[in-house]
């Protein structure tokens, strides 16, 4: 009771089961959708009994041995060198029992191996700390957009008071894809080791810097479905999830429909000359989607990350320094590289930091600089 009392009120908050993500006290394997979790699900059952059988087939045959033989009751010990009988016994029986392990698990890889005819083909980028998507092949081909961590996620995580049900899994931007389709999913990484995976699919692949590795699922059920990077990838490996909303193939083709509309009204010209309040007015949006989460809306920093506000480097008239930062990154990843963004946000956001908070320098950063630093 006293320690109900002194817990803070965030604590008590009731936590409910996430469908499509985690739930309470979860004990078994994840609800999936897919007919390879089932398949999955089986498997991991079978090996289980299996396991089980032999524990205690072996240590039931030990115990009664140590229990029925032991000196105390008369027996004395034997003295034999070898046994051809019980040589092959401990030798073929294993050796069955692993083969028919491996003949279930077969099925189940090659099944999972098998990316042939998809219908839609996306392509996961893992960088630090977010994903980039892009459809790469079939309805919605040529949509790109980065996923990352929602902002308000990141700050309730900063203050010690997580709340809601999805904590640490919202994003800003989910990947959508339609139901009943078979989904590739190529996986890669800019920077380091990521693994991109969603347990109500069945689907857990890494994704390697220089090499290209896929992946597939096909979601039988409408929804919304969560995961997070499963490798080891720096200090904000907990601020990395994965959000895919299924939806039917009517609102897929909605949603399509808007992306492409959305993006070609984006679409810049990297020679086109910004006034400052137009790059100021962009940069701000690029900021909130992509720095506040770490630098925070006033630009402050936090910890051991780096405030914009009052920065030497933002401050100084050379914008080189700057934008070396943003398009190599620095402090060995700390502070990760954003060459996926466009000439314009780039510059947006340069222009943006360079002018807000106590930063009032007046410096307009244009698309063209940005084009120059890439080469």
Known sequence: MLGAMLAPPWALAKVNDLPGGPGVNQLDLTIGVTAMTAHLKDLHHIML?????IFAAVFGVMFYSILKHR????????NFHESVSVEIAWT??????????????TRAVVAQ??????????KATGYQWKWGYDYLNGEGQGIKFLSTLDVAHREMSDSGKPQGDNYLLKVDNP???PVDRKIRIVTTADDVIHAWMVPAFGVKQDAIPGFVRDTWFRAEKTGDFYGQCAELCGKEHAYMPIHVKVLSQADYAKWVDGEQKKMAAAADDPAKQWKLEELVARGEKV??????????????GAGPIKALDASAIVLDADKGKQLAILLNGAANGAMPAWKQLSDTELAAVMTYTKNSWSNKTGTVVQPSEVVAARK
């Open 49 to 53: 009994i299996l396991c089980l059988v």
């Open 71 to 78: 000196k105390s009751v008369g027996h004395k010990s034997a």
């Open 92 to 105: 073929v029986i294993p050796f069955i029992i692993v083969i028919g392990m491996g003949a279930l698990a």
């Open 113 to 122: 191996k098998d990316t042939s005819n998809a219908d839609i083909t996306i």
């Open 175 to 177: 990947l959508v894809v």
């Open 287 to 300: 900021y909130a989607a992509n720095c506040a989460a770490c630098h925070r809306a006033d630009g402050k």
